[in-house]
Structures are given as structure tokens and as C-alpha cells.
């Protein structure tokens, strides 16, 4: 039997966790028996042991790492700590790992890479480019060289981390996708996204600083017609490329 992926959600709100589970099982094409999740804004991180898992798959969050210190709740600032043991072992094993958005944003700052929100982008549609690496790499190969994406972010990697391989690139916000050593992945954008589920999200979130309220309306119109399949397919590359 294959070992499950672990699913880490970051959501405090149960309806718009609730639908970036289902989007990332519809997406990543996982089975009920294929992932273990955990909703880790409600207590913390267990001890994991990565043995018992294929991967990681780390969702979205409204907490922002550079937030001040001060402004922290309790629980981001334990989950900012627990990460950064969770990644001292991912790192020692090269660990299958996906971090869309806010594990973009963990990973980045475990690498204490500069980040700020001089590249925030508001809630939308936005093309990103293959870098020359990206056309190489496994999750990425046969797509076209440039592909539409769901984001909306406050935060962004301001330079590529140390270490790290650039495979996507944007114009507003240049660090789109990297992986680090050959199975560590990082997005910027939600490849789980599709039009329903940043809908819900756009209502849910419109007074937390990522647009004006009053936009959200005319943002969820904006949303229709792209293709956002090939930016989908990066997750089912990664469910069949380590499922174990």
C-alpha cells in the first residue's frame, strides 16, 4: 500500500480550509486514503516522521512571516518555530515537499532569505515564465513557456534563496516557483487554485489587506476565462512523481 502524502493546512477559517482541501485532492488527484491532513492553526505541529509519508503538501494562510514580532498571534509564532524543525529534516533528506503560498513564504524564511511585501501582488490572474532550469525540471517539462496562475499575496521572496533553482518568474513579483536540492518546491502562486475556490476566498478575505473591500466583486469577475490547467497539473506532478 502507498504511504500517504501529508497534507498541512494553515487555514483558521473552516469553510475556506475545507475548500483548498478538496481543490488540493481534486487537483493532486488523491483518494481519501492518500493523505493525511492536519490543520496545524489549531494546535501546532505533532512530531512528524517523515518516513510514514510519501510528501508534503504545505496549503495557504493569512499568516504573513513579516509581520513584526509584536503582532504575532501565539500560534503563528509556534508554527513559525515548529516549520523550522520540520524543515531542518526535510533538508537533511532531500524530502518530497510543495509549498504553495504561505509554505512558499515558511521556506523562504528558513533559508532567511530577505522578504518583504515590496512584491505583493493583489487577488487574481497573472502569467508567469519558464526560466531555462524550469523547462528541465520534472514537475514542470512538456508545459508551455509561459502559463497563468492564481495568487494573491501580501509577502514575497525578495531575491531567489540561497541555494535555491528559480523555475518560474513574474513580472510583478519575479520569484514565482524554486526548488531547493532536487525535491523541495516552493510556489508563490496556488496551483490548487481554481475559479470557485478563490472566489469563496476573495469574500472571505476581503478585509484582510490583500485588495479593497469594495474590488471583490469586480475581482471574482475578472477571475473567468484563463486556463489555469497547466498550473493545476503541477500538482498532480508531484502526487505521481512520489507517491510511494
Known amino acids: 500500500m502507498s504511504r500517504p502524502f501529508l497534507i498541512i493546512q494553515l ?3 473552516d469553510v475556506t480550509a475545507e475548500s483548498e482541501l478538496q481543490a488540493i485532492c481534486q487537483y493532486g488527484q488523491l483518494a481519501e486514503q492518500d493523505y493525511v491532513r492536519i490543520r496545524a492553526e489549531q494546535s501546532g505541529l505533532p512530531v512528524i516522521n517523515l518516513a510514514d509519508y510519501s510528501g508534503i503538501i504545505v496549503g495557504g494562510s493569512p499568516f504573513d512571516v513579516t509581520t513584526p514580532e509584536a503582532e504575532k498571534s501565539a500560534i503563528q509564532i509556534q508554527l513559525e518555530q515548529q516549520f523550522n524543525t520540520l524543515f531542518d529534516q526535510i533538508m537533511a533528506q532531500d524530502f518530497p515537499f510543495l509549498g ?3 509554505g512558499n513564504g515558511l521556506l523562504g524564511n528558513y533559508l532567511s532569505t530577505p522578504m518583504s511585501r515590496e512584491f505583493g501582488e493583489s487577488v487574481g490572474c497573472k502569467p ?5 532550469a524550469g523547462r528541465r525540471d520534472p514537475l514542470l517539462e512538456t508545459l508551455p513557456e509561459t502559463i497563468h496562475v492564481l495568487l494573491g499575496h501580501k509577502e ?6 540561497e541555494g535555491a ?12 516557483m524554486f526548488r531547493v536540492k532536487n525535491n523541495i518546491y ?11 475556490g478563490f472566489a469563496l476566498r476573495i ?4 478585509h484582510h489587506g490583500y485588495f479593497r473591500p469594495e474590488e471583490a466583486e469586480q475581482l471574482i469577475t475578472q477571475l473567468a476565462g484563463f486556463d489555469i490547467s497547466h498550473a493545476q497539473s503541477i500538482l498532480r506532478r508531484f502526487v505521481m512523481r512520489y507517491q510511494a
Not at 508567469?128 to 531555462?132: D, I, K, S, Y
Not at 533553482?165 to 514565482?176: E, K
Open 11 to 13: 487555514r483558521p477559517e
Open 100 to 102: 504553495c503560498c504561505s
Open 128 to 132: 508567469v515564465t519558464m526560466t531555462e
Open 156 to 161: 514575497a521572496c525578495d531575491e531567489v534563496p
Open 165 to 176: 533553482t528559480l523555475l518560474l518568474a513574474g513580472t510583478d513579483c519575479p520569484i514565482q
Open 186 to 196: 516552493a510556489t508563490q502562486f496556488h496551483p490548487e487554485g481554481d475559479e470557485e
Open 203 to 206: 469574500r472571505v478575505y476581503q
